[in-house]
């Protein structure tokens, strides 16, 4: 599902993001309030609380800028792939909506108690998960009581990272979802991320995962071709790739007989 992780350390941002990725999410970053607002379609004018030394107006571009990875990092080499012919990550066009926020409190241009509030005032059903290194009670009070859902303190361990987001982006469905998704057949374990068909593993990339869970959640429902790209794939995903049908083409081959995911012309799929 779609996590949008707003961050002034490039360092740290692109490690999150790229574990995040592994751990089956589509993931966008940004390194301030100003652009995490403008993703989110929020921006409405200039910040309401500027950090010491931080301008005010345009500046920088908005959109996930790739950051280098530390040498022995476990999470890979970078966060951001460069698509061929290209010398720079190309900036998402926004805005999105996220399922879930991983939001640096001390951000910078606009901070993060400012975005939080402004994202709890539009009415978005995006859970907020915020970051700090001021952990103490008072401060994780003051968090929560702005609007964030969840609050985790800087250093903190990623696999309980990962299980808050998935936590919150369970909550953030109506009705909330349990972890356990059964139907035809199929058995999904969101937590454990398996999937099962009549006990036999599929054995599914994250992205296979994801489409799977999304059309799992639909109870029968259709969901077209561009709910799946914007659900499934960050914003650099291009959606004249054909992306989603090859990977529908998998899916739906490790499934296997008889077929479980149905074309609808015009519409979309159906499990």
Do not use: N
Not at 39 to 51: C, I, K, R, T
Not at 103 to 121: C, E, F
Request: proline letters at 8%; hydrophobic letters at 40%; glycine letters at 10%.
């Amino acid at each position: 599902m779609r996590v949008l992780v707003a961050e002034d350390e490039r360092d740290l941002a692109a490690l999150v993001a790229t574990g995040l990725r592994r751990a089956g999410f589509a993931v966008d970053t940004v390194h301030d309030g100003e652009g995490a607002l403008e993703l989110m379609g929020l921006y409405g004018g200039p910040a309401e609380h500027v950090g010491p030394g931080e301008p005010v107006g345009p500046g920088e571009p908005v959109g996930p800028r790739a950051a280098p990875v530390p040498a022995g990092s476990p999470f890979g080499s970078s966060a951001h792939s460069e698509p061929r012919g290209s010398s720079a990550v190309p900036e998402p066009l926004g805005p999105f909506v996220y399922d879930v926020l991983v939001l640096d409190r001390d951000l910078p241009r606009v901070h993060g108690d400012d975005v939080a509030r402004r994202l709890v005032a539009a009415g978005s059903r995006t859970r907020i998960l915020m970051l700090t290194a001021a952990t103490a009670v008072d401060d994780r009070v003051e968090g929560l009581d702005l609007g964030a859902d969840d609050y985790l303190g800087k250093p903190f361990e990623f696999p309980e990272l990962v299980s808050r987001v998935r936590a919150l982006r369970r909550r953030s469905a109506r009705p909330a979802l349990p972890p356990l998704l059964e139907r035809y057949g199929l058995a999904m374990d969101t937590v454990r991320r398996t999937a099962r068909r009549d006990g036999r593993d599929l054995d599914l990339s994250p992205k296979e995962f994801t489409v799977l869970q999304i059309l799992l959640e639909a109870d029968g429902a259709a969901v077209s071709a561009e709910e799946l790209l914007e659900r499934a794939w960050d914003a650099h995903a291009d959606p004249f790739t054909g992306a989603v049908r090859v990977c529908m083409s998998k899916l739906r081959a490790k499934i296997g007989e008889p077929g479980l995911i149905r074309t609808v012309q015009g519409v979309g799929y159906v499990l």
